[in-house]
């Protein structure tokens, strides 16, 4: 009787935010500053804050974008806890739900459901503050991971997100992993 309970946890725990198959390097963003403000509770070394990313590079988006990065990146670094939504612990729609809701926009708490929540847009119109929807299990259509677009530079899409084999973390759109899951992008701000 208690088989049938141990394979849908193990299969929620492999298939939700990413899996466990191995990533490519995760590249961190070059044009975002963070600065130390308040060390975060987790192992990491270099856990950056939120308390400053300069106007310089992000100029043409608003206050609330910003705020929304900033918050996401406080957490980089967090390690990964099914439907985690603080330092000890965090999952991918969890890391995006609680950034949103420091500018006060409450969003779905699964990504599946997020995936219904605002516009969705071309991946060629992407920018700063938009989500990136997956669907990273095997045979599988439905959308299991979300992130967030912190960079786009000449053609490159860099978000944060929570993996289960990696925690929170900044990738790129063009590592072939996240590339061949990617589902579609969506606009909430």
């Known amino acids: 009787m208690k088989t049938p309970y141990l394979y849908l946890l ?13 990533t490519a390097k995760s ?7 963070i600065s130390a403000n308040t060390p975060a509770e ?15 590079e ?6 609330i974008v910003k705020e929304v990065i900033r918050a996401a990146m406080s957490y980089h670094g967090t390690r990964y806890k099914y439907g985690g939504t603080n330092r000890k612990g965090m999952d991918c729609s969890g890391l995006i739900y609680t950034s949103f809701e420091t500018v006060d926009i409450s969003l779905q708490r699964t990504s599946s459901a997020m995936a219904t929540q605002g516009m969705q847009i071309p991946l060629e119109e992407v920018k700063q503050g938009d989500l990136l929807f997956f669907t990273t299990g095997r045979n599988s259509s439905r959308i299991n991971h979300v992130g967030l677009v912190v960079e786009v530079e000449e053609g490159e899409i860099q978000f944060i997100h929570s993996t289960s084999s990696r925690g929170v973390l900044v990738s790129s759109l063009r590592e072939g992993y996240w590339n061949h899951a990617f589902h579609h992008a969506r606009r909430i701000l």
């Open 42 to 56: 987790t192992p990491e070394a270099n856990v950056p804050d939120t308390t400053a990313v300069e106007t310089e």
């Open 58 to 63: 992000m100029p043409e988006f608003s206050p």
């Open 10 to 22: 193990l299969t929620l725990v492999l298939t939700s935010c990413g899996g466990s198959r191995k």
């Open 27 to 33: 590249v961190t963003p070059t044009r975002i500053h």
